[in-house]
Each structure stands twice: as C-alpha cells, then as structure tokens.
C-alpha cells in the first residue's frame, strides 16, 4: 500500500534566504505534494545545497542535502522514503538513473529547442551539437521506466527519433490553471471593458520567453493606439532594459506577483501575450491567463499547441515579432462580440480541460497504477 511521496527535485526551498524559489518546477512541485498531501501520503522533498537543512511546512517537509551529484540526492531519498513510496524525479534534466517500478519522472518540454544562428561551419558545428543533445534527451526517456509528460509534442518528437520500452508506462499530462474566475466573474469582466486595453506579458525577463520582441511590440503599439496599457510582470535579467526603455511612458507598467495569486492578477487585464520564441511545455502563465478571463496570444512554440486552437480560443502565430505584433493589433481592433466569444472559450478550454481538479485526477491515477505495483 501506498504511504509515501518523497520528490526529488531542483532548489524548491533557499535555506539561505528563508523563501521558496520562483519558477514553473518549483511552482508544480509544491502543487504535485499538495496532491500527495491530499491523498493521505507522507510528502518529503530532497534537495541538494551546500547548506543542510530541514524544514516542515505542514503538508510536506523540505531536507536539503550536501550530495555531489543527483543520483546521489536520489540515492539517499530513496534510502530515506522506504518501499512503501512513490519517488517523483522532478525533471529529466537531473540525468538520475533508475528502472525501480516505483519511480515516475517529470518531461517538462523540449528544452535544447533553440534557433540556430551560426553560418558556415559554426552552423555545421551547432547542428552536430544539437543532433548529439537530440540522443542524449532520447537516452534520458529511458533512465526511468515511468515517464509523465506535460504535452504532446515531446511525446510525438520522440516517436519520431525512438520508442519507448515495452515494458515503460507513460503518461501524458499537461500543465494546470491553479484556479480559474467564476462564470458570473467572466461576465462581469466582459461587459465591463471599457475604452481602454489592458494588455499583458507575464513571464521571466529572458530573451527566449519573448521579452525583447513584446518590448519592441508595445512600442510601436503605444504609437498607434492611445487606448492602450502594457504590463511587464516577472523578473530576471532584462528588467533594466526594460526599465530603461520606458521609464518615460506612464502607459507601461514593470511589476512582478506571487505565483499563488497569478489568476487573481491576470484577472486585472484583457489580452495576454505569450511571445516564446524557443522552449516551452503547456505554459503555466498562458493557462492562468486564459482561466482569468483574458484574450491569449500564443507563439505556436512546443506545448502552446495542445492549449490554443487559432480564432477559437485565442490566436497563434509564428515565434516573430512582425507576426506576433499583427496578432496582437488584430485582437486590438476586433469586433467587441468576437473578442468576447473567443476569450470566453479560452476561459472554457482552461477551465474544463486544463483546471487543477483536472490535473489532480490524472495524477492519482498515475499513483494508482505505481501503487499497484508496489
């Protein structure tokens, strides 16, 4: 029978600074223990740092561990969690080796997806290094013999490379909203827009989410428009560049927001943007968006096509700014009927088939299964 949850894991928790680390692992981990929690399970969380410690929130505890390597964190986890335990390896990037029945690992994406820039035989020498990173993700699929994905386009790359073990178990499960507005909330919203758009970007500020492109993006739009209001919401490094971009144009807003309150922030905007250029799962903030309301502009990148069906639920386009910049002047100019019934059906697609109860229940089942077999 099944008694234990023991996640191995990134950082979740800084020792040092006494807060938990912001990000999409992060931010699902301590979703996946609050699940655990939820089913009766005893829920630890290993990590390694140079500075031990433990510490215990209630639903589950957090043991930082100095190890010199992942298989070694592993190794003591497991020593730790006992056979009556499901181990769930974080991310595949953690390169941790184990055929035992009762360990699953997180796929979170394609994540060497990256453009190649190179010309003449740099070019040659990046696409040698990208089809060896190519073998390496196939090689990590079978570390493990229990694989969860968050979408589908890793799985259907793979198949395209390799296949899974016979004997493997997989999973597809996308990524979650954590909480959504109510029906008579997205009414309220819809009805109430007013002359003015509020128009958001809320990812990491990072050249790859898209930061430089949406940057160029709002400037132009705010040239053309005088209805219009940009939010920048996150962190990272190209907030001074954005700070200095715009620290004459009170129509732009730079702030960032607790992960755990993202839907009731979102709540606050009309269209979200999502302009990834490289890299990405079935995005969290593009779920929280479109749960709270918003009109989702999407780049047609990694697991972005399991959530949006174009001129349905939102738009997608190419991962360039010129394609993303008509995207989102589109949206600008639509009609006050077809804006609304497209956001309303992101709210619907959100809510049914990307909500946390949603999630949850394929997670269980997953530890049913191990459970089973334990």
Not at 63 to 72: A, F, L, T, W
Not at 93 to 105: C, F, G, L
Not at 151 to 179: C, E, M, Q
Request: net charge positive.
């Amino acid at each position: 029978m099944l008694k234990k949850l023991a996640i191995i894991t990134t950082p979740l928790y800084d020792f040092n600074g006494q807060k938990f680390n912001i990000g999409g692992v992060e931010h699902y981990m301590r979703t996946l223990a609050h699940i655990g929690f939820l089913r009766g399970l005893s829920v630890e969380v290993f990590q390694r740092g140079d500075l031990e410690g433990k510490k215990d929130f209630g639903e589950f505890k957090v043991e930082s561990v100095n190890v010199s390597s992942n298989q070694k964190l592993f190794d003591y986890a497991c020593s730790k969690a006992g056979e009556d335990s499901v181990v769930v390896i974080a991310t595949d990037q953690m390169d941790i080796k184990s055929r035992a029945k009762n360990v699953v690992v997180i796929q979170h994406g394609i994540a060497f997806d990256y453009p190649l820039n190179s010309t003449g035989l740099a070019w040659h020498k990046d696409v040698f290094i990208k089809f060896l990173r190519c073998i390496k993700n196939v090689m990590r699929a079978r570390f493990v013999k229990n694989v969860v994905c968050v979408d589908y386009n890793f799985f259907n790359w793979f198949r395209t490379l390799s296949s899974f073990d016979k004997d493997a178990n997989v999973w597809i499960i996308p990524n979650y909203s954590y909480g959504a507005i109510s029906e008579s909330e997205l009414k309220s919203k819809l009805e109430g827009r007013g002359g003015k758009l509020r128009i958001l970007f809320a990812r990491r500020f990072v050249e790859y989410r898209g930061t430089v492109i949406f940057k160029n993006i709002a400037k132009r739009l705010l040239s053309e428009f005088d209805n219009l209001e940009f939010t920048f919401a996150g962190d990272g490094p190209l907030k001074p560049m954005l700070e200095g971009e715009f620290k004459n144009e009170p129509r732009v807003c730079i702030t960032k927001y607790n992960s755990l309150e993202s839907v009731e922030f979102h709540k606050n905007f009309d269209i979200a943007c999502v302009p990834t250029i490289t890299s990405e799962g079935t995005s969290l903030s593009l779920l929280e968006a479109m749960s709270a309301g918003c009109f989702p502009i999407a780049t047609h990148v990694g697991g972005m096509t399991n959530i949006i069906l174009d001129s349905y639920n939102g738009f997608l386009c190419y991962p360039k700014e010129e394609a993303v910049y008509d995207a989102l002047k589109k949206a600008i100019l639509m009609k006050k009927p077809d804006f609304d019934r497209i956001a309303t059906n992101a709210w619907l697609s959100a809510t049914q088939s990307f909500g946390l109860s949603n999630w949850s229940e394929k997670w269980n089942a997953v530890f049913d299964k191990m459970s089973g077999e334990i």
